[in-house]
């Protein structure tokens, strides 16, 4: 199993429509979780800190599920603007490493 | 809003040289990462660093890899002798504090350099 596995997609999906994405972790004990979004060819930007409680920003949302190990982003009404992809990452106990899933690219559309 | 800024934005190399990429994390950040990404691949984690000397690296960052923070700014990559597989972007990042679940635990990184390795 991957340390941090997510869909690539690529979802595309018009103006104004809901979108949630999925990611799955292989350790238990990780602590900290992200989503970050990575535009074409720059570097990954912080979106949202992942919180057992489950935390909105706006437009997104994230949720953790501890006891299946994934964790998800919901995006409300997409903007063309949101059109990147989102980077999945999970920090195992101990701190210092980071791991990326490998990103789901999403389009959207007018 | 300070970031963290990496020099050159591009560098082509032969075989077999020395390169250095260069960054300046932001400026009250006490723990200093790299990672690559190979072009149409995943982030990969290289190195973390914090009080002057590693705290974790990955199995990518072998003896050809060496990190050095030299003065109280720059944060460096070296790669002894590159090989055509090194070719990728890479990123610096910077964090406040470890990632033990505060705020502070959020890296920010910086535009990256892109190396191509001929």
């Known amino acids: 199993r991957k340390e941090v596995e997510q869909d690539p997609g690529p979802f595309n999906v018009p103006e104004g429509a809901t979108v949630a994405f999925n990611c799955t972790y292989s350790?238990?004990?990780?602590?900290?979780f992200f989503w970050y979004r990575q535009d074409c060819r720059k570097e990954p930007k912080l979106l949202m800190s992942v919180y057992s409680s489950g935390n909105e920003d706006g437009r997104f949302t994230a949720q953790l599920n501890r006891a299946s190990q994934y964790i998800s982003l919901l995006i409300r009404d997409s903007k063309l603007s949101d059109s990147a992809t989102y980077l999945c990452v999970v920090i195992p106990p101990g701190g210092f490493k980071t791991i990326f899933g490998a990103g789901t690219r999403l389009f959207v559309k007018a | 809003e300070p970031e963290v800024t990496q020099t050159p934005s591009h560098q082509v190399t032969q075989m077999g040289q020395e390169v250095i990429l260069r960054c300046v994390p932001i400026s009250n950040h006490l723990y200093f990462y790299w990672y690559r990404q190979i072009l149409g691949q995943k982030v990969e984690f290289l190195v973390s660093f914090y009080n002057n000397e590693i705290s974790e690296k990955s199995e990518i960052f072998d003896d050809q890899f060496s990190v050095e923070r030299p003065d109280g700014s720059n944060f460096t990559l070296k790669i002894r002798s590159t090989k055509l597989e090194d070719s990728a972007m890479y990123f610096c990042a910077s964090s406040e504090g470890p990632s033990v679940g505060s705020v502070k635990e959020t890296q920010y990184f910086g535009p990256g350099t892109r190396l191509l390795v001929l």
């Open positions: 350790n238990s004990a990780s602590q900290s």
